[in-house]
């Protein structure tokens, strides 16, 4: 079994139903054969929804994580009568002062693949290879070390991965970085300068970001990447 995560789950939804259906007689004089799915011998059997939040935080707010899993039960049944029955919950359990984020914790708990990836390979203690992008924290983790990017060379790293396969001019990626502080804003030339300083906190992945001749850098999907939002 696998776990297909919710964007990707629906981006794939929203293709099927706008993909143009093929007919017997186009395959008949094409040859061709039909699209059957686009992510064929599986089909979505539910959904897991990950919430990072300890007992503290839940009865800070009046609550507990009891009464928020029922309620969450409650609206699942609300919604669908036919799924009052198929929901189950658990509670991700840490050692006390282990740090971390609440829904890092429980992602590695309820062993998320994607969760999993940045801790797996690694029997001697050693971190994941490869690069994490923590959206949230707008942090850059490079083998599990912290790049220590600035804020402006994170926003160029984002920008790129968030128009992956397009190329961005200099002048785009200028406009977009420092739209609010223009009067410490590079020229499109200097912006290399900005993007070499970033390569060098991401040794052995420079790659990641690829100068395109004549039109400036993009971000294509990396298999050492991986992005979390």
Do not use: C
Request: proline residues 4%; glycine residues 6%.
């Amino acid at each position: 079994m696998a776990i297909a995560h919710l964007n990707s789950f629906r981006a794939a939804q929203v293709a099927a139903q706008t993909a143009p259906a093929t007919t017997s007689a186009q395959v008949a004089s094409t040859g061709a054969a039909p699209v059957l799915s686009l992510v064929p011998e599986t089909e979505a059997r539910g959904f897991a929804l990950y919430v990072g939040l300890d007992e503290a935080t839940a009865a800070a707010a009046g609550t507990s994580l009891v009464e928020i899993a029922a309620a969450l039960r409650k609206t699942i049944a609300e919604l669908v009568p036919a799924a009052a029955d198929e929901t189950y919950a658990a509670v991700a359990l840490a050692p006390v002062g282990i740090g971390g984020r609440p829904v890092d914790v429980v992602r590695t708990a309820l062993r998320d693949p994607k969760a999993l990836a940045k801790i797996s390979g690694n029997a001697e203690g050693q971190a994941a290879k490869g690069i994490v992008v923590d959206i949230n924290r707008k942090k850059v983790f490079a083998d599990g070390k912290n790049a220590e990017l600035t804020q402006k060379e994170f926003e160029l790293i984002s920008y790129l991965i968030e128009n992956q396969g397009e190329t961005i001019t200099r002048r785009e990626l200028v406009d977009a970085v420092w739209a609010d502080d223009e009067a410490e804003a590079p020229n499109d030339r200097t912006i290399d300068v900005h993007v070499r300083r970033l390569r060098s906190k991401i040794a052995g992945y420079e790659d990641i970001i690829r100068t395109i001749r004549g039109g400036g850098y993009r971000f294509d999907k990396h298999p050492d990447v991986l992005v979390e939002a």
